[in-house]
């Protein structure tokens, strides 16, 4: 088989012949039009072929392969050497398969036209000249509507009509092929009588060809003999006599019918005919050919079975089929073979050795294969006439498999949604709303087959729109997944009850296992659906073993007890010095039989996931009680656990999603009768675990949920509450409510100090955020005095590597640089940075979080390289976090400002602009999205986007003007916005902006940063509106503060590059040259050849000496 390409350039080429396997293809049915316009085989050798008529259909299947991501596609005008008669004769046998094989078959259909006669007709006034299409009238367009099994309708103006599926019905009616045919139901489930029919009134430009179009149909191969005209057709029927008086199938034990909504699958099923057609051929081989399909009840494990079947009846002497579920029906089925086989068999042994004895081709579907304490290999017959299909839940079932194992797994997005229009009966209606309102049900249920059929049949039955499904389904989702449609074919009929089977056979086996196993069910449908790593009870038990001798904190604080032990789940109770595994892994064992869950391994340790059905119905199927208790006892794991910091800082992203969903649950379910402090410290220790990964909204959420159930005021401080008011607090900080914050934590404080010893850890811990609280908030010289006293206490109680005042330490370098005191902040971060690279792991947060605050004092202080270099380090480690994480969006910000100081301005606005989206998410007020816009903004006027800049700060500048005057936030956007103006030549109002500002800042100390940028800025203002003089008295003050400064710090040069050119329009030339020239040898040394501040001096200087020697200025 050839096949066409088109490369990007949209050159068409010709593939040489290709072998099995095929690429994926797609396939042109067309009606040929004169010959001499038709592009043949021989013509591609020319260039001049595109020029003929026939190009048009060709480049038409191209671009619309290209559409659906096929590389290749097959048209039967060129791809074919007519002119070898063994290539032509091959390729007409091979054309059913050919067809058949096909990803997507399109039909252009020249003689229909998609566009209206006129303004009053609808989009469906193709519809006639579609039943009157000469397509429906041509042999060959016989199998290439029935082989594919995707067909797709195309007008002459290439306009997609409509498919196979949805058009059924017009074409039966044009064709009067039954729809179960269009379906893809076998045909040779239709008579030979019939199959003629549908033939009968067909044409082709030669008689023989009447014959040779219908070879695919019957199955049927023979030579090609042109000239015999209507001999064809009496040889075709003599092979068909030949084949129906020696019928393949003589045996068809199969308890019902094919599923009518059967959809999909279609590659499975493809290679599985492959596979077992070709061990019949070799049969008897040398092994028995076995298939083992596994996965999940209700994926269709059984249906597929059925298709396959089906698919290969004409070439099996006997298909049979046996429900293996249980060791009685069973032994059944094999003593209903033996009686069908007519053999005296009075065991079912004798049955299954009758089969085996059988050396005509055989199969033998062995299903529902789901109980592991039934040895199924028992159930295999010997000898390798036969193809054996067992159907499983049980993935490690595989190991019958001598051929193919298929874990069968959802369908695709597109499929289950034709299935889901299926069972509603909706097959037929195009509206694109509709089909997106299917395709978001079919997310909803996880492409699930059973789920999708019973959620088409609720539909269906006019129970609800499909519009309105998802929103009934978050109401009554058990009643929904428990619904039992008439079309359903599995044996269970609703979803819930193929999971609740699971549960009789483990609930009736009384191993040590299966009773685990139906305890840690429960106790996973705590949790989320996606992967948990089973280490997290191995650290609970560490946990428990630290508690149960005392290690477990002071008095102070809300502690675990005995009676949190006590709850612990009894798989971990067993006694030892160290933790012993085997029970829970055997539990696990005995999920996983049943696909309840699935494991997988993650540097040694297994991770178990939940089907997302799965863990829905494993949930529902719990009472109150029941899921109280099951609340409980995965809750105290959590907590307990929660002593082993390492493990949830390192597997944080793996733990995320189970502690969203534990702390999801309603407060009522979590207390009910329990001890109020015992279950608040589960919840408690929950808050700290997301508070420590930052996941600020869901601990928001959590926190305003038990404060409600408490009876307590998010902001009203309960001394009796004092440790869920700590976590609140810094909550209300990370959440972006920074005054809520300094209210709360200034309470805490209070408390604190009236009841704590002045360094007692808890005390120092609140300071320590209120210090925070107040950097957030503006109030920096307050920040300072806190936190020197921090420090000052913790330097003298604790170690150098102390985690506690490291913090304290960076925190405090980290106000001293917002007060303007960077040198002391440069040192305190250089010593943090140290002791930190010689104690933490690389990726561990608080070394990242040094480093990226000593990028900060580096950049303030002028050290643009290292910044760099630091920022990229960090952004590089912290890719592994979530793309949303704090930490990550922080770094990345930061890394921009760097990049923008370092003239790497394109790097800084798309880093920046990602930033943005993703805050895009965050509050409107929120203090870190309002500073990405900000400093995007920034970018954007450093890349000349001047608008874009302005549209950003203005929403920003109103935004904050909720904050206080004196706010630095405020302040920082009114000088950014102001600057951004001057650009965009509304100096007017950047002067006025500048002013208030300059104003405000003149309470800071004379050489805090912000007020010498905002007098620097003041000063350009001026500049621009014509008032030099002004603005050299401003730059002049700014230049004298900043002599003590590095000598190339950028700050420092910049006010002096500034004040060399306003010196210079004042017409103090020498004073301006001299300045210039001295701000040209600094950033020579300091700066690439071709950073812009470099560049933008080098300049100027030219400028001037240019100037001064044209008008003899200067000497």
């Not at 054996?388 to 993935?395: E, G, K, M, Q």
């Not at 540097?603 to 409980?632: F, K």
Request: glycine residues 6%.
């Amino acid at each position: 088989m050839r096949l066409l390409k088109v490369d990007s350039q949209g050159e068409f080429s010709l593939t040489g012949e290709l072998q099995s396997p095929l690429p994926r293809y797609a396939i042109l049915s067309h009606r040929w039009g004169d010959d001499r316009d038709e592009i043949d085989f021989d013509d591609l050798k020319h260039e001049s072929w595109k020029n003929k008529a026939g190009f048009a259909k060709i480049r038409f299947c191209g671009e619309q392969a290209k559409k659906d991501n096929l590389e290749y596609f097959w048209v039967d005008t060129c791809c074919i050497n007519k002119a070898n008669y063994t290539e032509y004769s091959e390729a007409i046998n091979s054309m059913f398969r050919w067809y058949r094989d096909a990803v997507k078959c399109y039909v252009y259909l020249s003689d229909v036209s998609a566009l209206p006669k006129d303004k009053d007709q609808t989009k469906y006034t193709w519809e006639s000249t579609f039943r009157e299409s000469e397509w429906f009238t041509r042999g060959w367009t016989l199998q290439e509507l029935l082989a594919p099994v995707s067909v797709e309708f195309f007008s002459r103006e290439g306009e997609r009509l409509g498919d196979k599926e949805t058009l059924k019905q017009q074409i039966h009616e044009i064709t009067d092929i039954p729809i179960a045919a269009l379906e893809g139901t076998p045909l040779p489930q239709f008579s030979v009588d019939e199959r003629l029919r549908w033939a009968a009134k067909r044409i082709t430009k030669r008689k023989e060809d009447g014959a040779y179009c219908l070879l695919g149909i019957f199955n049927i191969f023979m030579p090609l003999i042109y000239g015999e005209e209507e001999h064809a057709l009496t040889r075709l029927k003599e092979e068909i006599d030949k084949s129906q008086r020696h019928p393949g199938n003589v045996h068809w034990r199969v308890p019902r019918s094919s599923n009518t909504l059967f959809t999909g699958r279609k590659d499975i099923l493809d290679d599985l005919e492959r596979t077992v057609r070709a061990a019949i051929q070799q049969a008897p081989g040398r092994d028995q050919l076995r298939v083992v399909i596994s996965g999940l009840g209700g994926q269709g494990k059984s249906e597929l079975s059925l298709q396959l079947a089906h698919r290969v009846r004409s070439s099996l002497w006997g298909v049979f089929w046996v429900d293996v579920s249980t060791q009685s029906l069973a032994e059944n089925g094999f003593l209903g073979i033996a009686h069908l086989l007519q053999t005296s068999a009075l065991t079912w042994e004798e049955g299954w050795q009758g089969l085996a004895n059988i050396q005509r081709p055989w199969m033998l579907i062995l299903d529902n294969a789901d109980d592991p304490y039934i040895d199924y290999h028992a159930y295999l017959p010997p000898g390798s006439s036969g193809v054996v299909v067992l159907t499983s839940r049980n993935a490690q079932y595989k190991q019958y498999a001598t051929a193919r194992h298929v874990p069968l797994e959802g369908l695709s997005i597109d499929e289950a949604r034709e299935l889901l229009l299926k069972a509603a009966d909706l097959a037929f209606d195009q509206r694109p709303q509709l089909r997106e309102d299917a395709r978001s049900v079919a997310t909803l249920l996880h492409s699930h087959p059973l789920a999708l059929i019973q959620a088409g049949a609720y539909v269906g039955g006019g129970h609800c729109t499909l519009a309105e499904y998802p929103r009934v389904y978050e109401h009554h989702r058990k009643r929904l997944l428990g619904f039992r449609p008439s079309q359903a074919r599995s044996r269970y009929r609703d979803v819930y009850a193929t999971f609740e089977a699971s549960v009789e056979i483990l609930r009736a086996n009384q191993t040590q296992s299966s009773q685990d196993a139906l305890e840690l069910l429960p106790l996973l449908a705590v949790c989320g659906p996606s992967q948990l790593p089973l280490f997290v009870f191995e650290a609970a038990w560490n946990g428990a073993q630290r508690i149960s001798v005392g290690e477990s904190g002071d008095e102070n604080d809300l502690q675990p007890t005995a009676w949190h032990l006590s709850r612990l789940p009894s798989l971990m109770q067993a006694s030892g010095d160290a933790w012993e595994s085997f029970r829970l892994v055997e539990a696990v064992n005995a999920l996983r039989a049943f696909a309840l869950v699935s494991t997988n391994t993650d540097n040694g340790h297994i991770i178990v996931s939940m089907h997302p059905l799965v863990h829905t119905w494993a949930r529902d199927r719990q009472d109150e009680r029941q899921q109280h208790e099951s609340w409980i006892a995965m809750g105290c794991v959590v907590a307990v656990s929660g002593t082993e910091e390492e493990m949830w800082r390192v597997h944080a992203r793996q733990l995320q999603p189970h502690l969203q969903a534990a702390t999801s649950w309603e407060m009522g379910c979590a207390f009910r009768t329990e001890p109020r402090d015992a279950v608040a410290y589960i919840l408690i220790q929950c808050g700290e675990l997301l508070r420590r990964m930052r996941d600020d909204n869901t601990l928001f959420l959590l926190l305003g949920r038990l404060c409600t159930h408490l009876g307590l005021h998010r902001t009203t401080v309960n001394p009796g509450w004092i440790e869920l008011y700590d976590l609140i607090g810094e909550n209300l900080l990370d959440y972006g409510k920074v005054r809520e914050a300094v209210q709360v934590l200034e309470e805490v404080v209070r408390i604190r100090e009236q009841t704590l010893a002045e360094d007692h850890p808890h005390r120092l811990v609140s300071q320590h955020v209120l210090a925070r609280a107040y950097e957030a908030n503006g109030q920096i010289k307050e920040a300072v005095k806190i936190l020197e006293e921090v420090v000052r206490i913790r330097e003298q109680t604790q170690a150098k590597d102390h985690p506690d005042r490291l913090s304290s330490q960076h925190v405090l370098a980290r106000v001293y640089e917002a007060n303007g005191q960077i040198k002391e902040a440069v040192k305190i971060l250089e010593e943090v940075v140290r002791i930190r690279e010689q104690t933490q792991a690389k990726d561990h947060p608080h070394r990242l979080s040094s480093k990226h605050e000593l990028a900060g004092v580096y950049r303030a202080n002028g050290q643009v390289k290292e910044a760099v270099e630091l920022l990229e380090e960090v952004v590089r480690i912290e890719q592994a976090l979530a793309e949303d994480h704090p930490d990550r969006l922080a770094s990345r910000h930061s890394l921009a400002a760097v990049y923008e100081a370092n003239g790497q301005v394109k790097e800084a606005v798309e880093l920046l602009e990602e930033v943005v989206r993703i805050r895009q998410a965050l509050a409107e007020d929120h203090p870190e999205r309002l500073a990405s816009r900000h400093s995007l903004a920034a970018v954007y006027k450093a890349n000349r986007q001047v608008k874009e800049a302005v549209e950003l700060l203005e929403e920003v500048v109103r935004i904050r003007q909720a904050l206080a005057e004196n706010h630095p936030s405020r302040l920082a956007s009114q000088h950014e916005l102001a600057g951004v103006y001057i650009a965009n030549g509304q100096v007017k109002e950047a002067v006025e902006l500048l002013e208030k500002v300059v104003r405000i800042r003149q309470a800071l100390a004379e050489d805090h940063p912000d007020r010498l940028a905002s007098r620097q800025v003041l000063a350009g203002a001026y500049e621009a509106n014509g008032q030099v003089k002004e603005a050299v008295e401003l730059l002049e003050e700014v230049v004298r503060i900043e002599q003590a400064l590095a000598e190339d710090h950028p700050d420092r040069l910049a006010s002096q590059h500034n004040l060399a050119v306003y010196l210079w329009k004042l017409g103090q030339h020498s004073a301006a040259l001299e300045l210039m020239g001295h701000v040209v040898e600094i950033r020579k040394q300091a700066l690439d050849h071709d950073h812009r501040d470099r560049v933008a001096s080098e300049w100027w200087l030219k400028y001037f000496e240019d100037e001064s020697s044209e008008r003899g200025w200067v000497a």
